[in-house]
């Protein structure tokens, strides 16, 4: 197969998986991304002393400070997060989930977890394995690419 029909073969695989996916987990009223951005509060909040800014949000999600804000907005709007205003600087203002955002986190990720053990199953260990190794690789050489671009 010769290099432009194998990308038009990736392209096209990868959007039908991102399309399975998607009916799979979109079975609510989120978006993906209010969805993503959920997770990441919830797990960057985890490893954080203090819960995480919109700012960093906005850094960690590579989206632009007015987009995240009105992700953030909507996610506030519908009960998912909550916000308060950091005690040492009252400029600053900390995002968390809500009882319904992290219960909402927490189903997911359980659903995730079995879709993802249901894929590892369909595929095998050592595919599973190498099909990491191969993400991992593609991510790497992207990341390193990034930072000779900044």
Known sequence: MEKKD??????DTMR???KINMKKFNNCSLTSGQISMLHQIYYKN?????????????????QT?????QIINNLDKEGYITRATDQADRRIIRIT???????FILEHHKKLI????DIIETIGHDQAVIFI???????????EEDKEND
């Open 46 to 62: 985890m490893r954080l002393e203090k819960p995480i800014t919109v700012s960093q949000i906005s850094k960690e999600s590579q």
């Open 114 to 117: 079995s879709y993802t053990n």
């Open 16 to 18: 039908r998986f991102k």
């Open 97 to 103: 989930l809500s009882e319904k955002g992290e219960k």
């Open 65 to 69: 400070l007015s987009a995240t804000t």
């Open 133 to 143: 190794e191969i993400i991992e690789k593609i991510i790497k050489a992207k990341e």
């Open 6 to 11: 194998l990308a038009i073969k990736l392209i």
